[in-house]
C-alpha cells in the first residue's frame, strides 16, 4: 500500500485518520510539533489500531526538519493537517498565521519535490466558501475568505492547484471539512482543545462534564427554521475515512481536486443541544446571546463530489456524533494525558 506521512497527526482529525490509514493498510509516518497536541495520543492510535506508528517530533516550518523526515522514511504521500485553525486568533495574529501555515506548507512542498513525493492530500475548510455562495456549497464555486486563517486555506489551495499545473505527475487533494465532532468508539481518541473551545461540541461537552457553566448561544434570530445558526456537522471518523479515500484516490490519479467531506445534511445550534442532551442524560444550561462576529446563517455541502470520485458519504447522524463525544469525554475527564 505505502507510508503516508501525516503532518500534524497528533491532532484531532490526524489522529483518527492515521488509525484508519493503519486499519487500510498503510503505514503510518507522524510529523508534529506538539504545539496544539500530545504526544500520549501516539500510543493510543497505535493501541486502537494494534500496529505501530513512527513518530518524528518536528515542524513543518523548519527546512531541516522536513529534510530529516524524508530522508528517514522513504514517503510515498503525505496527508497535511499541520497549522493553526483558530478563527479569532488568526485575526489578532494574521502574520503568525500566514507564516506557519502557508510558510510551512511550502517549505513541506519543497521537501516533497526535492524527494520526488507527489502525492498530497490537504486539510482545507468549509470556510473557503466565505460570505458569498449559497448552501449547499459546490466545489466549483468561487473560494474566498473572512479571516487570516481562512485566507491560508484558499491560497494553499490555490498553491496546489498551480504545483499540479508546473508538475504533471503531482496528484493534490484539497478536502474541504464541514463541521467535524465525535470521537473514536473506543473513547481514546478524541477532540481535547486547550482552554475555553472557541466550537460549539467542545464547549457542549464542557458544559455537560461541569468543566464550563452555560453555553451561550450565538444568535436566535437568523433565517433558520429555529433562529439559530446551521452547519453541517460530521463524524470525525467518517471525515478520516474520507481521507483514505482520498490518498488512494491521489495514488492513482494526477491534477488537483477539492472535494467537500459533509453529511450534506444541517443541523442548528439547538438541535445539536437537544442531541447532547440526550446523548448525555442532563440538561445544557444554555442562553441566548448576541450573534458572533463573521458567523453565517447556515453552511452545508453537496456532497455528491465525494461520492462520485471516491464512492464516500459519511454514515453517522447527530446522535451518534454526540454520543461519542459525550462518551470521549466521559472517560478522558482531564483531557488526553
Ligand atoms: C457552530 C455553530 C455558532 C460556539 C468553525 C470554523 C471553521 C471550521 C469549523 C476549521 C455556529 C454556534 C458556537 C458557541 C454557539 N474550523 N456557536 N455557541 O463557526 O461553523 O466553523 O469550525 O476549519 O473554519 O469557523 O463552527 O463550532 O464555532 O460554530 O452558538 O459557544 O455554533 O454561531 O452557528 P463554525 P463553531
Redesign the pocket.
Known amino acids: 500500500m505505502g507510508k503516508i506521512l501525516v503532518t500534524g497527526g497528533a491532532g484531532f482529525i490526524g489522529s483518527h485518520t492515521c488509525v484508519e490509514l493503519l486499519d487500510a493498510g498503510y503505514e503510518v509516518v507522524v510529523m508534529d510539533n506538539l504545539s496544539n497536541s500530545k504526544e500520549a495520543v501516539i500510543q493510543r492510535i497505535e493501541k486502537i489500531a494494534g500496529k505501530p506508528v513512527d513518530f518524528f517530533k518536528g515542524d513543518i516550518c523548519c527546512a531541516e526538519d522536513c529534510e530529516t523526515v524524508f530522508s528517514q522514511f522513504a514517503i510515498d504521500a503525505v496527508v497535511h493537517f499541520a497549522g493553526y ?1 483558530a ?1 479569532g486568533e488568526s485575526v489578532e495574529k494574521p502574520l503568525m498565521y500566514y507564516n506557519n501555515n502557508i510558510g510551512g506548507s511550502v517549505t513541506l512542498l519543497e521537501a516533497m519535490q526535492k524527494h520526488n513525493c507527489k502525492r498530497i492530500v490537504f486539510s482545507s ?1 468549509a ?1 473557503v466558501y466565505g460570505m458569498n455562495n449559497e448552501a449547499p456549497y459546490t466545489e466549483d464555486m468561487p473560494t474566498s475568505a473572512t479571516n487570516p ?2 485566507y491560508t486555506k484558499v491560497m494553499i489551495e490555490q498553491i496546489l492547484r498551480d504545483v499540479c499545473v508546473s508538475d504533471g505527475d503531482f496528484s493534490a487533494v484539497a478536502l474541504r ?1 464541514f ?1 467535524p465532532i465525535g470521537a473514536h468508539k473506543s473513547g481514546l481518541l478524541g477532540e481535547d482543545p486547550n482552554g475555553i473551545p ?4 467542545p ?1 457542549i461537552a464542557k458544559v455537560a462534564s461541569g468543566k464550563l457553566e452555560c ?5 436566535d434570530d437568523y433565517d433558520t427554521p429555529d433562529g ?2 446551521v ?1 453541517d456537522y460530521i463524524h470525525v471518523t467518517d471525515l478520516a475515512k474520507g481521507h483514505v479515500c482520498a490518498i488512494d484516490y491521489a495514488m492513482k490519479n494526477k491534477g488537483f481536486e477539492a472535494v467537500n467531506l459533509g453529511t450534506g445534511n444541517g443541523s442548528s ?1 439547538l438541535q445539536v443541544v437537544e442531541a447532547y442532551e440526550k446523548a448525555c442524560g442532563k440538561a445544557i444550561p444554555k442562553k441566548i446571546t448576541p450573534r ?1 462576529a463573521g ?1 453565517i446563517a447556515v ?1 452545508y455541502a453537496d456532497a455528491s463530489k465525494a461520492l462520485e470520485l471516491f464512492g464516500w458519504s459519511a454514515k453517522a447522524d447527530i446522535n451518534e456524533m454526540c454520543e461519542d463525544s459525550w462518551n470521549f469525554t466521559k472517560l478522558n475527564p482531564a483531557g488526553i494525558i
Open positions: 485553525k478563527v475548510s470556510t486563517y481562512g471539512y463541521n472557541n466550537n460549539l461540541v464547549y453555553l451561550g448561544v450565538f444568535g439559530t445558526g452547519r445550534v458572533r458567523d453552511s
